[in-house]
C-alpha cells in the first residue's frame, strides 16, 4: 500500500537524517570556515512554521479588516525599506533543526539575502490535504502578496520539492478559479516570472512510488506534484545535488531530472558525489557545496567573484 510505503520512506529519511549528528568531520574541513553571526539581523515569523530573517528591522504584516467568508490568510507585509534584497525560500527536509538550516541561512545572509524558511512536518507529508498543501498554499499567497520580492531563489532539501511541487499546483489553481483573462497575468505567471533559480538537494522523487488502496486520499497528490514538479512549467536555471550513494533522492531520479530538464531548453547544473548520505552534502563536503551553490549564484547574476571570496561558513557536527 501506497500510504504504508510512503511511511517506510518517512521513516527511512528520519533514520538517516538522525544519523547525520553522529558523523565525524576530519579538523582539515575547519580549517578556512568561520561562523557568521546574525548581528543585525531580525526575526519574523508571519505564521507557524514561516521564519523570515532579513536586516529590516521594520518588518510586519499588514493589517487588513476581517472579511466575511474569506478564509485565505493575507500575508502581505511591510517594510521600511520598500526595495528588497533577493529572496531565498529555505524547504528544508522533514526533521531538521534550526541550527541545521541556520548554516544555510548564514551563507546567504551573508551576500545580503533576505532568507524565508518554510517547515514541514512528517504528518503534514502523510496527509497533504490537512498538511502539505495548507503549508504550500500558505508560502503561494506570500510570494503573491509580497511582489516587492522580485527576485527569488528556492532551496529546496529531500521533499522540499514535493513542497515546492505542492505550491505551483497552488499558483496553477489559483489562476483558475480567478477566471483570468489570456491576457491578464496569472498568479503563477507572477511568481515564475520573479524565481531566477532553483536549488535542489537529494530532491526524493515520489513519482516512483507505487499506486495503492489509499490512492484517492495521498497519492492522487504526490503524483500530480511530482508530475508538475518534473515538467517544470517554470523554467529557470536549477542545480542539482546528489549522491550516488543516497537511497531515497536516488542518482537515477535526480540523472532522469537532468534529462527531462534539458531537453525543455533548461540551463541545469549537477553535482554528484560518489558517497553521501541523504540531505548531509554540506556536511560531508562543506567546501565543494559551497563552492558550487555559490558557482550557480554567480552565473545567473545574484552574486559578484569578487564577493566569494570573503566566504566563511562555519563546518561543525550537528
Given amino acids: 500500500m501506497v500510504l504504508l510505503r510512503t511511511s517506510w520512506l518517512l521513516q527511512h529519511s528520519a533514520k538517516q537524517l538522525l544519523n547525520i549528528s553522529k558523523v565525524q568531520i576530519s579538523p582539515g574541513n575547519e580549517t578556512k570556515l568561520q561562523p557568521f553571526l546574525f548581528r543585525g539581523m531580525h526575526v519574523f515569523r508571519p505564521i507557524a512554521g514561516f521564519e523570515l530573517t532579513t536586516k529590516d ?60 524558511s518554510v517547515r514541514t512536518t512528517p504528518g503534514q507529508i502523510l496527509w497533504p490535504t490537512k498538511g502539505s498543501q495548507i503549508v504550500a498554499a500558505d508560502l503561494a499567497t506570500f510570494l503573491v502578496h509580497n511582489p516587492q520580492y522580485d527576485q527569488l531563489i528556492i532551496h529546496g532539501f529531500s521533499v522540499g520539492a514535493y513542497v515546492w ?113 541523504h540531505v548531509a552534502h554540506y556536511l560531508n563536503h562543506p567546501h565543494e557545496y559551497i563552492a558550487e551553490v555559490t558557482k550557480f549564484l554567480e552565473a545567473i547574476g545574484l552574486i559578484s567573484g569578487l564577493k566569494k571570496d570573503s566566504i566563511r561558513v562555519k563546518v561543525s557536527n550537528v
Avoid at 510586519?60 to 528588497?84: A, M, T
Fill in 165 to 277: 511541487g505542492e505550491v505551483m499546483a497552488r499558483l496553477i489553481d489559483l489562476g483558475h478559479s480567478n477566471n483570468a483573462a489570456e491576457s491578464s497575468v496569472t498568479p503563477y505567471d507572477d511568481v515564475g516570472a520573479r524565481v531566477r533559480g532553483c536549488i535542489w538537494d537529494s530532491a526524493c522523487d515520489f513519482m516512483e512510488l507505487p499506486r495503492g488502496v489509499f490512492y484517492e486520499r495521498a497519492t492522487q497528490h504526490y503524483i500530480r506534484s511530482s508530475q508538475i514538479f518534473h515538467s517544470a512549467p517554470m523554467r529557470c536555471p536549477s542545480l542539482l545535488l546528489f549522491s550516488k550513494s543516497d537511497p531515497i533522492g536516488t542518482a537515477k531520479a535526480n540523472l532522469g531530472l537532468y534529462k527531462e530538464w534539458t531537453g525543455f531548453g533548461m540551463k541545469v547544473y549537477t553535482k554528484c558525489w560518489e558517497k553521501s548520505a
Fill in 57 to 116: 528591522e521594520g518588518v510586519s504584516l499588514v493589517k487588513k479588516e476581517k472579511q466575511e467568508g474569506v478564509k485565505d490568510k493575507d500575508l502581505r507585509l511591510s517594510f521600511k525599506k520598500e526595495s528588497r534584497p533577493p529572496l531565498v525560500v529555505l524547504l528544508p527536509w522533514l526533521m531538521s533543526k534550526p541550527k541545521h538550516i541556520k548554516k544555510f541561512s548564514s551563507y546567504y545572509l551573508s551576500h545580503n539575502f533576505d532568507v524565508l
